[in-house]
C-alpha cells in the first residue's frame, strides 16, 4: 500500500496540514526542528510528495511545457536541448509533448499542459495556416489564468516569442546559389498550407524571379524525410534532372531532413550529388555537416533559439516580445559546380 501523507504526519507527531506545508512546499513553513522531524519520518517511510498538490501548495507546478511538432527530428531535438540548458539551476522541469497528428494534436498537448497547472508553454515548429484560430482561444484562457506562453517560428497574435526570418532566409540562399553559377532550379516544398515551408520556398523562389531565373519544377509533399526521398524519385523518374545539361538541376528541400531522404533517393537511383544534381536544405541540423557530401543549407542557431525561447519565459518581462532570428547560407559540397 501507498504511504499516505497521514502517515508521515503521525510518525512526525504533527497535523496533516503541517506536514503537508512542509512537503509541498508552502510559503508558510513551519519551525525548522518540525520541518526537520516531518522530512526524516517521510524518508524512513518512503513517502513521495504528490506533484499536484505541491502545485496547489505554491501555486506553481514548477513545469515548463514544450510542443514540438516530431522529437526525432534534429531540429526539435536541438530547440528542446537549448531549452533544458537555460533551465538548469532553476528548479523548473521541460515536459514534452510532441504532436505529428497535426493541429488537433497540438491543441491537445496544450490543454494537457494546462491541466498539470504548468507555469509556462512553449511552442515550437510549423503549424498549418488556418490552425490557428483554436490554438488562440485556448492560449488566451491559459494566459488569463496566469500562464506564460512563447512561440518559436511563428507568431500568434497573443503571444511573443522567438520569430523565424524563413523568407529572407530562403531568398538569401538563392541569391547564393545564383552567386555560385547555378541556373537550373526545382524547389521540394511541404504543403502550400504549411506556413514555414511556403515562407522559405516563397522567398527562394522569389529572388529566382527577381533575377529572371525560372524553376523548372516546383514539387509539394510531405515536410519529412520520407516526404524528401518520394518528391526527388518523382523528379528522377520524370527525367527532369537531365544528366546531359551543362549544369546539374539544383534542388532546394525547405529543410534538411528533406534534404537527407532527397540525398537518400539519388543514391538510390545511381547518381551523385552535385555531379549530377545539387542539393541543399534549410536549418543546418547537427548532423548535415557529417554527411558525404556535405549539405549546403541555410544556418539557424537552434540551440540558441531554445535557450532564448525559454529564457523569456523565465523572465518577468513583455510576454508579446518578439525576437526575429536570421539565417545564412552556409555553401558546401552538395552545391560545388565543377
Known amino acids: 500500500m501507498a504511504v499516505r501523507l497521514a502517515d508521515v504526519a503521525e510518525a512526525a507527531g504533527v497535523s496533516p496540514s503541517t506536514a503537508s506545508r512542509v ?18 519520518a517521510a524518508e524512513e517511510l518512503g513517502y513521495f510528495p504528490n506533484a499536484q498538490a505541491q502545485a496547489l501548495a505554491r501555486s506553481s507546478a514548477g513545469l515548463m511545457g514544450l510542443v514540438v511538432h516530431d522529437i526525432s527530428d534534429p531540429y526539435f531535438s536541438s530547440i528542446a536541448r537549448g531549452a533544458q540548458r537555460a533551465l538548469v539551476g532553476s528548479g523548473i522541469q521541460l515536459m514534452l509533448a510532441s504532436t505529428e497528428r497535426g493541429a488537433e494534436a497540438e491543441v491537445e498537448a496544450v490543454r494537457t499542459f494546462m491541466s498539470y497547472r504548468t507555469d509556462a508553454i512553449l511552442l515550437a515548429g510549423s503549424r498549418g495556416l488556418a490552425d490557428d484560430a483554436l490554438l488562440d482561444q485556448v492560449l488566451r484562457t491559459y494566459r488569463a489564468n496566469g500562464g506564460r506562453v512563447a512561440m518559436i517560428g511563428q507568431p500568434l497574435p497573443n503571444a511573443g516569442g522567438v520569430q523565424i526570418a524563413n523568407e529572407s532566409g530562403g531568398a538569401d540562399l ?3 546559389l545564383l552567386h555560385q553559377g547555378h541556373r537550373r532550379f526545382a524547389v521540394l516544398s511541404g504543403a502550400a498550407t504549411l506556413s514555414t515551408s511556403s515562407q522559405r520556398a516563397s522567398g527562394f523562389l522569389g529572388k529566382l524571379r527577381s533575377a529572371g531565373v525560372i524553376p523548372e519544377r516546383v514539387v509539394e509533399g510531405a515536410f519529412t524525410r520520407d516526404g524528401g526521398y518520394l518528391m526527388m524519385s518523382e523528379l528522377i523518374e520524370s527525367g527532369a534532372l537531365k544528366t546531359d545539361a551543362p549544369r546539374p538541376l539544383c534542388v532546394f528541400c525547405v529543410n534538411d531532413v528533406m534534404a537527407l531522404g532527397a540525398l537518400a533517393a539519388v543514391r538510390d537511383a545511381g547518381l551523385t550529388v552535385p555531379g549530377d544534381v545539387a542539393l541543399a536544405g534549410f536549418d543546418d541540423i547537427p548532423t548535415l555537416a557529417d554527411q558525404h557530401p556535405t549539405i549546403t543549407t541555410v544556418r539557424l542557431p537552434l540551440e540558441e533559439i531554445g535557450r532564448m525561447s525559454a529564457e523569456m519565459l523565465l523572465a518577468d518581462g513583455d510576454m508579446d516580445r518578439r525576437l526575429v532570428v536570421e539565417g545564412f547560407p552556409v555553401l558546401r559540397e552538395s552545391t560545388r559546380l565543377g
Open 174 to 176: 538563392a541569391e547564393a
Open 23 to 40: 512537503l509541498n512546499g508552502s510559503a508558510r513553513s513551519p519551525k525548522a526542528e518540525i520541518a526537520a522531524r516531518v522530512r526524516v
